[in-house]
């Protein structure tokens, strides 16, 4: 278990410095394709952060297999189905993905996906490698994303089943987080009544970000840190240091006349227009952040934001807070619960194993 203090670390990890041999011009085509060109790419971060906008630019751009939905394979198939190498546990796999969501957007043929996994598959990673191999050759295309934001806490286990994996963390202000979280009742209070939903998304904001950013640098070169909102109020810039990175011309007028899901209809836990001017993800915190709840959400959480780069609302958000305590236990509580979900079969006792609620 990764402690709390080990993840403190404030210097920013904004992988530029990559091989020269690697890098790739967004717009020269004709430039030689190197392994990291057909490297699987992981769009990761903690829920709410803009994975999905990330994901679809990628997919709009072409030359991605086109899965809209995520894979969810570390954080929710393995736990819930045991060790793959066992062919009861394939079999159970196979019964429930194959009625699920998961599948039905795979668009692949039922019997022969069965097969290739009964017979190939013997770990997680190899699932999650047949599948999305397979949605490939029959798109047609050289290469795979998967964009499952949960799949942050599970960087050593993708590197492993995935030496070439590429991986960008996207990044977003952990007010506006908590204020997505906490409308879709996500993350919730230990003390239901007495605690803000608000403080509880912001200290799973900020332990899942920790995580992230700590094991990213135990995979330098290969993890990039972008911004949500760098990627909102400069696309082409920032999707031309993704281009560079990944080696995968992400042309944005491409992409925006393609436009494949949430870049066309932005995927929102507010109501507004997507394409008015109300629509506006950047910052909304400063509109309808409960003000009482402010103050004490940067008093808490406020030195994480800072280490990122977001300006506070008040300095005084710095200063001890006598809820110090209270952020230490639901960082505690988080280690905790993932801990017993990789390394126990508890699990399968709060995951419904037929998929139904994905």
Known sequence: MISVDALTGSEGIFVKDFSKAGQLAATDGAAPRSDRSRAPVFVLGCPRSGTTLLYHMLLSAGGFAIYRTESSVFNVLRPCFGDLAHAENRRR??????????????????????????????????????????????????????????????IPEIKKAFPSALVIHIIRDGRDVALSLEKQRWIRPLLPGSESPLLA??????????????????????????????????????????????????????????????????????????????????????????????????????????DLGYALSCEAGLRPNSLAALRSIHHLRFDSSLWLKKHTPLARLFMKPDLSWL
């Not at 990673?125 to 029959?138: Q, T, Y």
């Not at 007028?253 to 629509?279: C, H, L, M, W, Y």
């Open 201 to 306: 998304a912001g200290f799973f904001w900020e332990w899942i970000v920790r995580h992230g950013r700590a094991y990213g640098r135990d995979i330098a070169p290969d993890y990039l840190e972008i911004r949500f909102e760098e990627l909102v109020r400069s696309p082409r810039e920032t999707l031309r240091t993704v281009s560079t990175f990944i080696e995968h011309d992400l042309d944005y007028d491409r992409i925006q006349e393609r436009a494949i899901g949430s870049v066309k209809n932005p995927n929102t836990s507010f109501e507004a227009s997507p394409r008015g001017a109300d629509f506006a993800p950047v910052e909304r915190w400063k509109a309808i952040f409960p003000g009482d709840n402010l103050a004490k959400f940067e008093e808490l959480v406020g030195g994480t934001l800072r």
């Open 93 to 154: 796999l196979m019964d429930a993905w194959t009625q699920s969501k998961l599948f039905e957007r795979s668009g692949l043929d039922m019997q022969d996906i069965r097969t290739k996994v009964m017979s190939d598959c013997r770990s997680a990673g190899d699932f999650l490698r047949i599948v999305m191999e397979e949605i490939s050759r029959r798109q047609n295309v050289a290469r795979w994303a998967d964009c499952t934001p949960e799949h942050l806490l599970y």
